[in-house]
């Protein structure tokens, strides 16, 4: 269910699921799926600044 809630909302900005949580990494962010799961259900301004970030790298 976690990697659903990602992949819809990631999917919003234009990333596929496996390219976001690849460059996740690389841009030095820290998030468990649980939390990126949560963030893009319930902070939709927060996760997308964490997918900006991650979209720069």
């Given at each position: 269910?976690?990697?659903?809630?990602?992949?819809?909302?990631?999917?919003?900005?234009?990333?596929?699921?496996?390219?976001?949580?690849?460059?996740?990494?690389?841009?030095?962010?820290?998030?468990n799926r649980k939390v990126l799961?949560?963030?893009?259900?319930?902070?939709?301004?927060?996760?997308?600044?964490?997918?900006?970030?991650?979209?720069?790298?």
């Amino acid at each position: 269910l976690w990697i659903q809630r990602i992949n819809a909302g990631v999917r919003a900005y234009g990333m596929s699921y496996s390219e976001f949580m690849g460059k996740l990494g690389k841009a030095g962010i820290e998030l468990n799926r649980k939390v990126l799961a949560d963030m893009a259900m319930n902070d939709p301004e927060a996760f997308k600044k964490v997918v900006d970030q991650v979209k720069a790298v």
